[in-house]
């Protein structure tokens, strides 16, 4: 085993908590690289380690997210700090509708949404998942009028704290509830 | 407005909210920008009235919907069009469930409920999946992201994309190009455009990409220049090659047929 | 002296690392007076000091800047950081031809620039070369307008890694070619 010395220790917790966004050990290295010789992932990611043990008693811990590695205020403080953000962030249904459709079905269309929430989704909705770089345009559909498709980021897994969207909680499954009135009621789906 | 609504509306008096209709009148107001759609009214209903969606009274719903919608009408609500639509479903499929069912003997004939249903059951499941995202931990809200502030000294590092050798290599570019400037005394009979598109063809055939500079000749001046762009008009207008111009303003040559048999 | 309890050292240090903003000794009272009963501001002074201590051997230093406290990188990281901070420079195609026109032909003005790369320059790329600090002005061409003309400075050099500007890659003597070919093909100029 390296021995690891308290400098390392330091800069990848320094990088972490001035980066500004997630790091992935790869990103560290890159940013180690520039300065020293190369250094092994392997060895970032037991400095990783160490940076989460050492934060044990403190406010801090070590999350990976979506985009990597983070320090994160630990959960059980979360309630103290609420007096720092007295403002809760308020989406509405209809935003969330479209997003969980996008986040299940991507890549989706407009249209594909609007079929399913039966309504036209506003420009609004899309603009304002867009602008938290929640969605983003992953191209565009081969059909008339070449409609853009749109997917989740991973800033929305990110801030939901999750690494990836298999990470999202299942779809709920209606059709198992339903399945015993369906037979009953007659043996045919439309 | 359409006529129905003209009529339930002499009805309905507004400030008399029908017994069977399930939301507090004051509540009214808050209920129409809860609902996210005429699914999401529907479903709302169709749980007021706490029976499974498969055994949908289309008939009482429909009343429901309709008496609902035309309230909201009344009280100046903007009512998206799909509200309307909505109704106008309903009502089809409430006239169609009031007829004999027709004999075929091909098949049974499909319920006309079915579709909606399908429909309802598919909004119910992201309706559904919407909650559970919105009851997720959001950052900011339930958790909370560390940063520290940086170091009073900070050293910034410079990363340049070049060096002293591309440098050199631009300048030689740049002295290689012909002046547009300098007029030149050449006739344009000298210069063919179907020549021109053949040395562009015999670049492209060993490169794939070709900058658009590459393609004149200093001594050719100004002439040079527009005849190399009708040669690259040309191949663009025949589908040879893409005409690519990024940022840095600089024409690309793209070979389309080459890089497929190549690739 | 009254016995600090760790949740107490760990909510402040969280308030610090979340604020986005030094917070003063009487924000962070009422921060946390919010949830709790009166804290007294010696007692969170007395916390400060602890969260100082606390983090000797880490990244992070507790300083007092004009708007209160924060955590902050300790200086001596500043270098390994850099990285983090670094400026990364895409020059455009139109501004690297410019460039090598002043380092190659300098003193040059504006109008020199702009027969040898056939098209106007703009004053965008000669502002962005200045605000890099790797062209200056050097002084006036003695023609009608008085054009400035333009060098390359110590900066370019030390940013390319050259003492001086002689160590610029010599060009193949293309001038001379063409010389050659004007004075075949026609002996005139412009």
Same mark, same amino acid.
């Given at each position: 085993?390296?021995?690891?010395?308290?400098?390392?220790i330091?800069?990848?917790?320094a990088?972490?908590?001035?980066?500004?966004?997630?790091?992935?050990?790869?990103?560290?290295?890159?940013l180690?690289?520039?300065?020293?010789?190369?250094?092994?992932?392997?060895?970032?990611?037991?400095?990783?380690?160490?940076?989460?043990?050492?934060h044990?008693?403190?406010?801090?811990?070590?999350?990976?997210?979506?985009?990597?590695?983070?320090?994160?205020?630990?959960?059980?403080?979360?309630?103290?700090?609420?007096?720092?953000?007295?403002?809760?962030?308020?989406?509405?249904?209809?935003?969330?509708?479209?997003?969980?459709?996008?986040?299940?079905?991507?890549?989706?269309?407009?249209?594909?949404?609007?079929?399913?929430?039966?309504?036209?989704?506003?420009?609004?909705?899309?603009?304002?998942?867009?602008?938290?770089?929640?969605?983003?345009?992953?191209g565009?559909?081969?059909?008339?009028?070449?409609?853009?498709?749109?997917?989740?980021t991973k800033t929305?897994?990110?801030d939901?704290?999750?690494?990836r969207?298999?990470?999202?909680?299942e779809?709920p499954?209606?059709?198992?509830?339903?399945?015993?009135?369906?037979?009953?009621?007659?043996?045919?789906?439309? | 407005?359409?006529?129905?609504?003209?009529?339930?509306?002499?009805q309905?008096?507004?400030?008399?909210?029908?017994?069977?209709?399930?939301?507090?009148p004051?509540a009214?107001?808050?209920?129409?920008?809860?609902?996210?759609?005429?699914?999401?009214?529907?479903?709302?209903?169709i749980?007021?009235q706490?029976?499974?969606?498969?055994?949908?009274?289309i008939?009482?719903?429909?009343?429901?919907?309709i008496?609902?919608?035309? /309230?909201?009408?009344?009280?100046?609500? %903007?009512?998206?069009?799909?509200? +309307?639509?909505?109704?106008?479903? $309903?009502?089809?499929? *409430?006239?169609?469930?009031?007829?004999?069912?027709?004999?075929?003997?091909?098949?049974t004939?499909?319920?006309?409920?079915?579709?909606?249903?399908?429909?309802l059951?598919?909004?119910?499941i992201?309706?559904e999946?919407?909650?559970?995202?919105?009851?997720?931990?959001?950052?900011?809200?339930?958790?909370?992201?560390a940063?520290?502030?940086?170091?009073?000294?900070?050293?910034?590092?410079?990363?340049?994309?070049?060096?002293?050798?591309?440098?050199?290599?631009?300048?030689?570019?740049?002295?290689?190009?012909?002046?547009?400037?300098?007029?030149?005394?050449?006739?344009f009979?000298e /210069?063919?455009?179907?020549?021109?598109? %053949?040395?562009?063809?015999?670049? +492209?055939?060993?490169?794939?990409? $070709?900058?658009?500079? *590459?393609?004149?000749?200093?001594?050719?001046?100004?002439?040079?220049?527009?005849?190399?762009?009708?040669?690259?008009?040309?191949?663009?207008?025949?589908?040879?090659?893409?005409?690519?111009?990024?940022?840095?303003?600089?024409i690309?040559?793209?070979?389309?047929?080459?890089?497929?048999q190549?690739?």
């Open positions: 085993m390296i021995k690891l010395d308290k400098s390392l330091n800069t990848i917790e990088f972490l908590l001035t980066a500004g966004r997630p790091l992935t050990v790869s990103e560290i290295r890159d180690l690289n520039e300065k020293e010789e190369s250094i092994e992932l392997g060895k970032i990611r037991q400095t990783l380690g160490e940076i989460e043990e050492r044990r008693n403190t406010s801090l811990c070590l999350s990976e997210v979506a985009s990597g590695f983070r320090l994160q205020v630990k959960d059980e403080l979360s309630e103290s700090l609420s007096s720092l953000w007295s403002e809760k962030t308020r989406l509405s249904r209809s935003l969330m509708e479209t997003l969980a459709i996008i986040a299940y079905r991507q890549p989706v269309t407009r249209g594909d949404i609007e079929d399913i929430r039966g309504v036209q989704v506003s420009t609004k909705i899309i603009r304002n998942l867009l602008d938290k770089n929640w969605i983003k345009i992953s565009h559909r081969d059909t008339p009028g070449r409609p853009a498709t749109y997917v989740t929305f897994l990110d939901l704290n999750l690494t969207i298999s990470d999202l909680p779809l499954d209606i059709e198992q509830e339903d399945q015993t009135i369906i037979n009953t009621d007659q043996a045919q789906t439309g | 407005m359409n006529s129905s609504a003209n009529q339930n509306l002499n309905i008096n507004p400030s008399e909210l029908p017994s069977d209709l399930f939301i507090p004051n009214l107001e808050i209920c129409l920008e809860t609902f996210t759609g005429p699914l999401d009214l529907l479903w709302y209903l749980k007021k706490n029976i499974d969606i498969l055994d949908l009274e008939a009482k719903i429909t009343d429901q919907y008496e609902y919608i035309d /309230l909201m009408e009344s009280l100046n609500f %903007e009512l998206a069009a799909e509200y +309307l639509v909505m109704a106008a479903t $309903l009502a089809e499929i *409430k006239s169609k469930m009031l007829l004999p069912p027709i004999e075929n003997d091909d098949e004939e499909e319920d006309p409920r079915v579709a909606l249903i399908e429909r059951k598919q909004y119910k992201f309706k999946a919407a909650g559970n995202i919105s009851s997720m931990p959001l950052v900011n809200d339930d958790f909370y992201v940063s520290a502030g940086r170091p009073k000294v900070q050293k910034i590092q410079k990363v340049i994309n070049f060096d002293s050798y591309k440098l050199a290599q631009v300048m030689q570019e740049v002295l290689e190009r012909p002046k547009l400037k300098d007029s030149h005394k050449i006739d009979e /210069l063919s455009t179907q020549e021109r598109i %053949e040395f562009i063809f015999s670049i +492209l055939s060993k490169k794939n990409l $070709l900058g658009f500079y *590459k393609t004149l000749r200093h001594s050719e001046g100004k002439i040079g220049v527009v005849v190399s762009f009708l040669a690259a008009l040309e191949l663009a207008k025949n589908g040879y090659v893409d005409l690519i111009q990024n940022e840095s303003r600089e690309y040559i793209k070979s389309k047929i080459i890089g497929d190549v690739g």
